[in-house]
């Protein structure tokens, strides 16, 4: 039998193979959420900014690829090419230093599809919500406001898809520079 392809079926189903892939891990921050928490905010900002569905199914499975036994010719198996491919085009080369991978997000922004650019501009809202709300332990103020500092420089090549998703990024991005700045005074 073939998949639904209502659209609550098609979330619901993203959303439960989400969860099984990233059973047992927990966020960063000082909170240690369920990891599938991160991926069900993206996809929920997603939606209600008026993302398209495949853009959504594509923000609950992001992670999965990097973060999880998951590769990509599971994805296209499960949920096909289409979503398969925002996953990858939002997927980072773990195999790359850190520092080259965070330059590459920079450069490469502006050249992503829109439904790429629309998931990585939500996964960087809910991250500085992250920052600012339930930082790691070990992270330090300076390198909180390095991340908020970077995630800005790679929010600015991803706007103009979605002129409501863009201003919802930068309030948040004030949000957390206004915080992180409270805690430093």
């Known amino acids: 039998m073939k998949p639904s392809t209502d659209p609550a079926a098609q979330i ?18 000082m909170a240690a959420e369920p990891y599938v928490n991160h991926v069900i905010e993206v996809a929920g900002i997603l939606a209600e900014y008026g ?20 590769t990509h010719a599971d994805l296209v ?19 790359l ?20 650019k629309q998931l990585k501009l939500a996964d960087k809202i809910s991250n500085l919500r992250a920052i600012a709300d339930s930082p790691p332990a070990n992270w330090i103020h300076a390198r909180r406001l390095e991340y908020v500092g970077w995630a800005g420089r790679v929010a600015a090549g991803l706007k103009g898809v979605n002129p409501a998703l863009d201003a919802l ?17």
């Open 97 to 116: 230093p850190k520092e080259v991978r965070k330059a590459l997000q920079v450069s490469q922004a502006p050249k992503k599809s829109d439904g790429a």
């Open 12 to 29: 619901l189903r993203a959303t439960l193979f989400a969860a099984r892939a990233h059973a047992g891990q927990t966020r960063k921050g």
């Open 51 to 70: 993302a398209p569905l495949p853009v959504v199914l594509a923000a609950l499975l992001h992670d999965t690829v990097e973060d999880t036994p998951v």
């Open 169 to 185: 990024f930068d309030e948040t991005y004030r949000a957390a520079v206004a915080k992180l700045s409270a805690e430093k005074g």
């Open 77 to 95: 198996a499960s949920f096909g090419e289409e979503i398969a491919g925002l996953v990858a085009e939002a997927t980072d080369d773990t195999a």
